[in-house]
């Protein structure tokens, strides 16, 4: 986990969720099935713990079946991200969800239980209680991430100053610190903020 998502989970409010259960009952993962599997043959701690909850449904119609509404809102997401592959979608369901919409391992439920929704790109089902201030963490991160650009640019300008080596290598860090800052939101887009 990197410092993004400790501030972000740090600071993410316990107090939104509405119970409707559809996150526990009508997952999914960008990991294949498949995948998941041999990464949890091969021991990743992240897998093992996926699958020791999440059973999958034996088909997307069988989880639409549950919830429409959520598996259309996952693909659709995932079509506008150029990221939806319907030979790898796999939903599933949680063992642990009782029919109540509760927990029943919930003071000793995994940590990605804990943390969902584990960043401000995360789908949510629609209606889930966070999706406004998960809309709101995403503009705040977009605007920060603008100022970063705009302050590279300052940057870039005064690097052209005739300024000593050292006091160049110096502006050469700040500027791969800040592109780094960039390139970590590019897979959500930052390019084009
Ligand atoms: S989908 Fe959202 S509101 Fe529903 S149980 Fe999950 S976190 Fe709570
Ligand atoms: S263990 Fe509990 S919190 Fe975690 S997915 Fe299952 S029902 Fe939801």
């Known amino acids: 986990m990197d410092n993004y998502e400790k501030n972000y989970l740090s600071k993410r409010?316990?107090?939104?969720?509405?119970?409707?259960?559809?996150?526990?009952?009508?997952?999914?993962?960008?990991?294949?099935?498949?995948?998941l599997k041999e990464m949890a043959a091969a021991g990743d701690k992240g897998a093992i713990d996926f699958l020791s909850v999440f059973e999958?449904?034996?088909?997307?119609?069988a989880a639409r079946n549950v919830s429409a509404e959520t598996v259309d809102n996952v693909i659709k997401n995932l079509k506008e991200d150029g990221n939806y592959y319907e030979e790898d979608m796999t939903f599933y369901?949680?063992?642990?969800?009782?029919?109540?919409n509760l927990c029943q391992r919930y003071n000793n439920r995994l940590l990605l239980c804990k943390h969902f929704p584990a960043s401000p790109w995360a789908i949510v089902p629609p209606g889930c209680g966070y999706e406004g201030w998960l809309f709101m963490k995403?503009?705040?991160?977009?605007?920060?991430?603008r100022k970063v650009k705009e302050e590279l640019l300052e940057l870039q300008l005064l690097k052209k100053k005739a300024f000593s080596p050292d006091i160049q290598l110096k502006i050469s860090a700040v500027e791969k610190k800040m592109l780094n800052t960039i390139d970590i939101h590019k897979k959500h887009g930052s390019e084009n903020w």
């Open 138 to 145: 995403r503009e705040e991160t977009k605007q920060k991430i």
């Open 13 to 35: 409010p316990e107090n939104l969720c509405r119970m409707c259960g559809l996150c526990c009952r009508v997952a999914t993962t960008t990991t294949p099935y498949k995948k």
């Open 56 to 61: 999958p449904y034996p088909s997307i119609d």
């Open 93 to 100: 369901k949680c063992k642990y969800l009782g029919d109540d």
